[in-house]
């Protein structure tokens, strides 16, 4: 299906919902999540993760839900690099498909490498938002090396749909854990990244943005993620050497 079909993205859109209800009938809340659509989409993709997220375009990241540790794991290790399909997609109001991440070293030099080390063979990202509107990212990380089947493709398609009609209607917060009462703030919100940042912003007298880069500079640099690049700064365990690129 093209991202563009749009009578076929609707049909998918509503098999999307009929999984994801299905999956939430299984416990609290009955209503779908965007918890519930990660899931539902690496059981259907056999994917190793899938992580929904909100983004900028200063390269600002929050996670709202994932499938799971290891796909939160893998989607801190897009974050920590600054560059892969998530980023791509969210700039270009496109999917981004990646069937064969080796391929793309040269595209994303320092992401491919990290997510190549991980076990990823194959990385798919949907954007989630309405036309120029960029809201986040919806990524499909896969062990295998190889191209989405039609099929497959579509229903993420219409996974993103539902999602993004998700982080519409609640875009204060969204109820992710199935235990809590009140809609908190996202998972993974990394708050403690942009208090480094800050940090690093004032230090060095620069701008939020370049603080950024140069935190990922030295996650990269030292093999680290930026979270724990900012939990150091934090703690006064790390200062970032103004004299390094």
Do not use: K
Not at 20 to 46: F, H, K, Q, S
Not at 140 to 155: I, T, Y
Not at 209 to 226: G, P, Y
């Amino acid at each position: 299906m093209s991202p563009d079909d749009a009578g076929a993205r609707r049909d998918w859109h509503a098999r999307a919902l009929e999984l994801v209800t299905a999956e939430c009938a299984l416990g609290a809340p009955e209503l779908p999540t965007l918890e519930a659509v990660c899931r539902v989409l690496a059981r259907e993709l056999d994917a190793m993760g899938v992580v929904a997220s909100t983004m900028s375009g200063r390269g600002d990241e929050a996670v709202l839900a994932t499938s799971g540790p290891v796909g939160a794991a893998l989607g801190e290790l897009q974050f920590t690099a600054g560059q892969g399909p998530s980023y791509d997609a969210f700039e270009t109001h496109r999917p981004a498909l990646a069937p064969d991440l080796a391929a793309e070293l040269f595209r994303w030099p320092g992401y491919a490498t990290a997510a190549a080390d991980a076990g990823v063979g194959s990385v798919f990202a949907f954007p989630l938002g309405l036309g120029a509107a960029g809201l986040g990212v919806l990524t499909v990380f896969a062990r295998p090396a190889g191209p989405l089947s039609d099929e497959r493709l579509s229903l993420a398609l219409g996974c993103a749909d539902l999602a993004t009609e998700l982080l519409l209607a609640n875009p204060e917060g969204i109820l992710t854990d199935p235990s809590a009462a009140e809609p908190g703030p996202p998972l993974g919100y990394r708050s403690h990244v942009y208090q480094a940042q800050g940090m690093v912003m004032v230090q060095l007298g620069t701008t939020l943005v370049d603080a950024l880069a140069r935190m990922r500079a030295h996650a990269f640099a030292t093999d680290r993620s930026v979270t724990e690049v900012a939990e150091q700064i934090i703690g006064g365990r790390l200062v970032l050497d103004p004299t390094d690129p």
